[in-house]
């Protein structure tokens, strides 16, 4: 999904009142009518609720952190972190994947064998907020990497390069697709007051899965026997990195 396609919360406000033949007002947002009260509070739980449906490419995030020695291991998490893209845990400074993410019986096991030298080297666990490193404490400048799902879904009105997970003014863009956003908050204002939502829900279900099975690219499909256009690793085009092999 590209943000050609995000639009303002009071653009979202207005549509969906208009589909729903409600009157539409110049600020919907600050409008002290009852309905567009009830759709700000149901717009604010739609864009949350869908974070966690699904791990939208315009969510991604890269986080890097560089060790010291003076460090405790515990390092803390973005603020706009939501959860962790699994296998992206890179050790820059080694050219090494991170061992994890560690369970506590991991941890404990390698902190009590002490076998950090012996394993892949960096090794990671998130525990109470923190991306906890392993060995504690870390030895000087690794270059550790990975990327997660931010929590913030909307550009502020006053803040162009900046995103933010709540929402303040009508100004503020939602960075949502403008049809699945306002076919959703149909589903949620018909839903709280109680009248059908059949054809509404469909209508969001369809938005939704259309967006879905085209927000990521997909590999090239290959029917014959030729291997990937990409070969990274390949037996019968790179040389072993690591020395052995074939």
Known sequence: MTTTSAITVNAILNRAAAEMGLDTNVDPFASTEKHFIQMRYLLQTLGEELALAYPWEFLNEAHQITTSSADSGD????????????????????????????????????????????????????????????PQPPPDALDLNFEYQRTTWLIPSDDADAFASEIAGGGDTVLYDRTLITRGLKVKFLEAKGFDTTKAGQDFGQAFDFLTSKDKSGEILNAGTGNSMFPYLDVYRNAPITGYGI
């Open 75 to 134: 390092y803390d998490l973005p603020t706009d972190f939501h959860y962790m893209i699994p296998q992206t845990n890179w050790d820059h400074s080694n050219e090494l994947p991170m061992g994890g993410p560690l369970n506590a019986q991991d941890w404990t096991y390698l902190q009590g064998r002490n076998l950090a030298n012996t394993t892949i080297y960096a090794s990671y666990r998130l525990r109470e907020g923190k991306f906890s490193v392993f």
